[in-house]
């Protein structure tokens, strides 16, 4: 078996809850996986019931979750692989701070306005937010800072799925093929 000797990359999808993170994420990896690519999905919600069971949500414990991420994301994309992160990851310095770590890194804002996100709350989450049983979620009771050049950026209330992966696929491949 062929093992396709490309250099790693890392993918990050920033965004707000419900923004689209996890479907563009889990599109790109089946794109990714049918060609042959070594790929591995970070995803926040699951990160947090491992790797960094115990952190709250504070802006301390949410910069030292996305260190970690970005820790093992480095590894990863050090050995080849493609690491597709999906995490809200709301403060740009420590998003900037792990692209500068990892190198091979494309930044993808995933863009809905917060209405949308409320409205599809696929979660419950937001519904929870509003009622005061969570504090401190992102984008009710606590800030996300959009990146200022990010590589793509997806409006997933304006495009169909098809139409943001396929944008987000461009920058992949191309970054993939060298550029
Ligand atoms: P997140 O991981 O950011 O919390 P999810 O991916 O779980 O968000 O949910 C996003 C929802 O938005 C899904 O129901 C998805 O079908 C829908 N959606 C609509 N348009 C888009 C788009 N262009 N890209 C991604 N998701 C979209």
Redesign the pocket.
């Known amino acids: 078996m062929t093992i396709r000797n490309t250099q790693g990359l890392t993918v990050w999808?920033t965004?707000?809850?419900?923004?689209?993170?996890?479907?563009?994420?889990?599109a790109l990896e089946k794109l990714l996986m049918a060609r042959g690519y070594r790929v591995e999905p970070l995803?926040?919600d699951v990160v947090r019931q491992h790797l960094s069971k115990g952190l709250g949500y504070s802006k301390a414990d949410r910069d030292e979750n996305i260190r970690r991420i970005g820790f093992v994301a480095e590894l990863l994309t050090r050995h080849g692989v493609v690491a597709l992160v999906?995490a809200?990851s709301p403060y740009r310095e420590i998003r900037d701070e792990v692209r500068r770590k990892i190198g091979a890194f494309l930044e993808i804002y995933?863009n809905?306005p917060l209405e949308v996100?409320e409205q599809?709350d696929?979660?419950g989450l937001y519904q929870r937010a509003r009622a005061g049983e969570i504090k401190g979620f992102t984008g009710i009771d606590d800030p996300y800072q959009p990146p200022l050049a990010p590589e793509v950026e997806?409006?997933?209330?304006?495009?169909?799925?098809?139409?943001?992966?396929a944008k987000v696929w461009r920058e992949v491949e191309a970054k993939l093929a060298g550029g």
């Open positions: 999808f965004g707000l809850s419900g923004a689209g993170k996890t479907t563009l994420s889990q995803d926040g999906s809200i995933v809905a996100c599809r696929q979660k997806c409006r997933t209330d304006l495009e169909t799925v098809e139409e943001s992966v």
